[in-house]
């Protein structure tokens, strides 16, 4: 088996390589299948998806069975004011490697965003629900959704959230990181949503790359919380001694609204390949767990 990693240098893209790497995630092993299989690991120095000509010709060369796309433009900010750069990265991106994979027979898993949905919901998002989504980075990922599974009859569409992997920037990482240098903190307490672990996520996207059940999913970790919740919990499981007020929206404002409530349902992957996403406290603590062994 053959698979291609796109955006392999970012969180998931790591975790994915990792997980290949090792034959094992922390939720446990991953499949046989994967033992013997050659994995292409490239980011945008090495195939920026949003050269047509670029995917296409890097796609027939190798012939991957599978193209796990992690690619994206992430900054939620930054996708406001530079509105051509993610459509061209969330969306033209995914449609040429949904028009790629369609050319040489290969399965798409391509990531998306609880920022779909408009945000304002009261009880978890399934996967039919209709999209709304109010930021140009949510229209981006949403567009680029519509031209996969448009594009490529073998796809998948995995949507996620909040989510911290060991390489990369993340909410938790900055949560650490201020708790280490001041003694107070106030964070956002009403916006509701579900921390993920970028492993947990890696191990159903290769889950789901097995089987033939394409489609949209969401996979995120169990429970939900607010920024506020998230990161009490990573003070207090870190050790550090700071407190964390609550504060709303309001009163810490953003340059980009954010959800009130995208907190996703993962209905369809219980009902096909099995939900093993772990409740979000169990996935933080092991991660902060690690981290601090590969600090030391
Ligand atoms: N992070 C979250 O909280 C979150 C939440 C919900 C959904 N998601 C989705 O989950 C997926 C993975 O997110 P992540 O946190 O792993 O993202 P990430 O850490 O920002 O990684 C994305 C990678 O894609 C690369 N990239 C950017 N433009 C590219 C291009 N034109 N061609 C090829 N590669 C390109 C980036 O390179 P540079 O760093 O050099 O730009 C980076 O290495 C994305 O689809 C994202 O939308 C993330």
Known sequence: ??????????????????ILKNGCAEIGPISDAYKDAEVIGVDVDELDITDTAAVQAFVENERPDVILNCAAMTNVD????????????????????????????????HVSTDYVFAGNGTTPYCEWEPCAPNTVYGKSKRLGEEY?????????????????????????????????ERDRLTVVADQRGNPTSANDLAYHMLKLALTDEYGVYHCTNEG????????????????????????????????????????????????????EMRPWEDALDMYLKNLEGMNQ
């Open 78 to 109: 930054g996708c406001e004011t530079m509105f051509d750069v993610a459509m061209k990265v969330n969306a033209i991106g995914p449609r040429n490697l949904a028009a790629a994979a369609t050319a040489v027979g290969a399965k798409l898993i």
């Open 1 to 18: 088996m053959k698979l291609l990693i796109t955006g392999s240098k970012g969180q998931l893209g790591n975790e994915l390589l990792t």
């Open 148 to 180: 996969v599974l448009m594009q490529c009859a073998r796809s998948f569409v995995v949507r996620t959230a909040w989510l911290y992997g060991y390489v990369g920037n993340n909410f938790v990482k900055t949560m650490l990181r201020l708790g280490a």
């Open 224 to 275: 939900e919380c607010s920024w506020c919740d998230f990161a009490r919990r990573i003070m207090e499981k870190s050790g550090r001694a700071c407190e964390v007020a609550p504060c709303t929206s309001a009163e810490y404002p953003s340059k980009t609204p954010r959800p009130a409530y995208s907190s996703l349902n993962n209905l369809m992957l219980a009902c096909t390949v099995g939900n």
